[in-house]
């Protein structure tokens, strides 16, 4: 049976932690109206405090600073919540849902342009490893030196032992160069072959970017 005294303790106890925390509530109240009206769908704004917004479902929302870095709570192609690890990881990897990707890919197949587009991802990912083997052979070269050993003696302050080992650097940075200069002829015989089937480079201006015609 249940001890209703208990249950009112238990009850009251609940309610003064929900009181305590209540009282430490501020709710800030904006009325966007001197600024969103005539406002249409999509449209983006900065108010008198800099701030930026848009015009989105009928109300305005704010925009931060790092809009672009964060992952949005909805597929943007279908607006399906990315609410699973595997929607989230393609949508870092495509931009969009794992859904929308399915759905594009059967497309493709139904097409028969599936191929072309499994090859041209292959080789950007292709393209993607040889930049940052680049980046990553650059800093080998600069940062080469002798390795040093050393030991410091707490109690004296000082360093007491320096032990520096021999190495052939002059053979290191030979072979570190070579394979740089052979990675970025790799890399360039890549983007050679992307340019000649699908055109220009992601991020690459097209040839027709800023150009007018002659008279």
Known sequence: MVNTDELRKVHGKIQGHF?????????SMHNP???????????TW?????KKWEMKNGFPQSISKLQSAKTPWFCPQCQHPLNSNLHLKMFRKKGKCHRCVVEDETQMRMD???ADHEDRNLLLNKMGWFKDRIIELAYYLEELHTPEFQIYNEELGTLVMVEKWEIPLDKLRNDVGAELVNCNKLLTEMEELYRDRWGTLPGEPS?????????
């Not at 900065?46 to 800099?50: E, R």
């Not at 040839?207 to 008279?215: P, R, T, Y």
């Open 19 to 27: 009181k305590k925390y209540a009282e430490r509530v501020v709710v």
């Open 112 to 114: 028969g342009t599936y």
């Open 33 to 43: 109206k001197h600024h969103t009206s005539g406002r249409k769908e999509g449209e």
């Open 207 to 215: 040839d027709n970017d800023g150009s007018e015609g002659s008279d």
């Open 46 to 50: 900065v108010d008198s405090d800099g």
